[in-house]
């Protein structure tokens, strides 16, 4: 048994509800369980009860045995004075609140249904991929999809914490803050944290005074990055050195160190240098891009804005100084435009939604993720071999949310598909 457990069934009402009693005799009515409470303090807030002929509002805590009350120190911590229910699995001992009165108990021990303790200990069992990937195919498609509505919205919402807190910190600026965002974002998992660095470090004004130029932003771009600190024999890095060593005494930039970016296990379309050319066009095409993204109603107009390539020396290297043996024109494919719209400008558009109040701006990030493929990698993959198909890529965003924040961590008791399995009884 486990306080989880009790707080689901309390939380749920999943304990026999007709003449129940407190453990001194009194009749008891739960009214409202009250609101869950993830944090310090009480178990649940402002619950609702009529103890005995009594109407009684204020907080529930829930303990494995009641002298776990005394353990916990309760009795000295005045958070707990208003506690008007002790809920317990097995009442072994009285308690009583800071003024020695005592705590009405409901004992649950024998007041439930056993089949619901041994689904969810099923659950938490298993070392399966999912917890309930034996059984997953039970629940009802209307179950799981409405389940993956709701995760995709908490995801949104997580990520819209995230960039909050970056927006503040960056002066309050959307402008700066959706510049970063999206230069982590271009380094996609592996050059994720050095593009970011960058970003930072090379601040959107000082690009936007270059910005007509390419060979000028490449320039900052490169010599920020840390990649023109070498000696060259190719005459357009010769020249991207060259300009940035002005424009470095101009701005007072200092570079990045070279051995923070990752080249292994990368594919040859994916390398840094490309990324950061691809990066460069995007600026210097671009006119006021946050405002088009904030403005826009068309992702098919979206999505041609990210359609960039990089400068024409990329269409016969992958790198400074080392020709390829073919010569292709080094364009930004689809997948990654839409990556980059997924995970950069629905969540920020959404943000920036929550933060002004405006529901047209989180209803339009919705409705994009809606139309939007989904994303193929091994995790929408196994998902789909359980016959969870993503329909669009909000559905792949909420079954990635599923997977690491729930199934990984066995919070089948916050999921809806697990308590749909939870309370299957017989």
């Known amino acids: 048994m486990t306080e989880a457990f009790l707080h689901y069934l309390w939380k749920f009402k999943l304990f026999n509800q007709l003449d129940i009693k407190t453990t001194e005799g009194e009749s008891l009515k739960v009214i409202k369980v009250g609101q869950h409470n993830a944090d310090a303090g009480p178990d649940f807030f402002n619950a609702r009860l009529k103890i005995g002929t009594t109407f009684w509002a204020g907080n529930v805590e829930i303990h494995l045995k009641s002298s776990d009350w005394q353990k916990h120190s309760h009795q000295h911590d005045k958070a707990y004075d208003n506690i008007i229910l002790h809920v317990v699995y097995e009442d072994d001992k009285p308690v009583s609140r800071n003024n020695s009165s005592p705590i009405p108990t409901l004992e649950l021990k024998n007041k439930f249904n056993k089949s619901l303790w041994k689904n969810y200990e099923s659950l938490i069992k298993s070392d399966k991929w999912i917890p309930c990937e034996n059984k997953i195919n039970e629940v009802d498609s209307f179950t799981i999809y409405n389940w993956l509505d709701r995760l995709l919205a908490e995801r949104l919402q997580q990520k819209t914490q995230i960039i909050i807190e970056a927006f503040h910190l960056g002066n309050n600026s959307w402008e700066e803050c959706f510049y970063q965002l999206l230069a982590k974002n271009f380094g996609f998992k592996l050059n994720a944290l050095p593009f970011e660095m960058l970003a930072k470090s090379l601040p959107m004004a000082y690009l936007g005074k270059h910005k007509n130029n390419l060979f000028q932003v490449e320039a900052l771009l490169f010599g920020v990055a840390g990649m023109l600190e070498k000696e060259f024999k190719d005459e357009y890095p010769l020249q991207l050195q060259k300009e940035f060593r002005f424009l470095q005494k101009k701005f007072k930039l200092k570079p990045l160190m070279l051995h923070q970016w990752k080249f292994l296990r990368l594919r040859p379309a994916n390398f840094s240098m490309l990324r950061l050319s691809q990066?460069?066009?995007?600026?210097?095409?671009?006119?006021?891009?946050?405002?088009?993204?904030?403005?826009?109603?068309?992702?098919k107009k979206i999505k041609a804005m990210f359609t960039v390539s990089s400068s024409p020396y990329w269409n016969t290297h992958y790198v400074f100084d080392k020709s390829s043996t073919t010569k292709s024109e080094k364009e930004l494919g689809e997948a990654a435009v839409d990556n980059i719209i997924i995970n950069t400008i629905i969540p920020f558009l959404f943000a920036y939604g929550v933060q002004r109040g405006s529901e047209e701006h989180k209803e339009r990030a919705i409705r994009w993720m809606e139309e939007l493929k989904p994303e193929s990698n091994a995790v929408i993959k196994k998902w789909q071999s359980f016959g969870i198909k993503s329909q669009h890529a909000g559905h792949a965003q909420a079954l990635l949310?599923?997977?690491?924040?729930?199934?990984?961590?066995?919070?089948?008791?916050l999921c809806s598909i697990g308590n749909k399995l939870i309370q299957q009884v017989p």
């Open 401 to 413: 949310q599923l997977k690491n924040l729930y199934c990984n961590e066995k919070n089948c008791l």
């Open 279 to 299: 990066f460069a066009s995007l600026i210097h095409q671009s006119s006021h891009l946050f405002s088009q993204i904030i403005e826009g109603t068309s992702l």
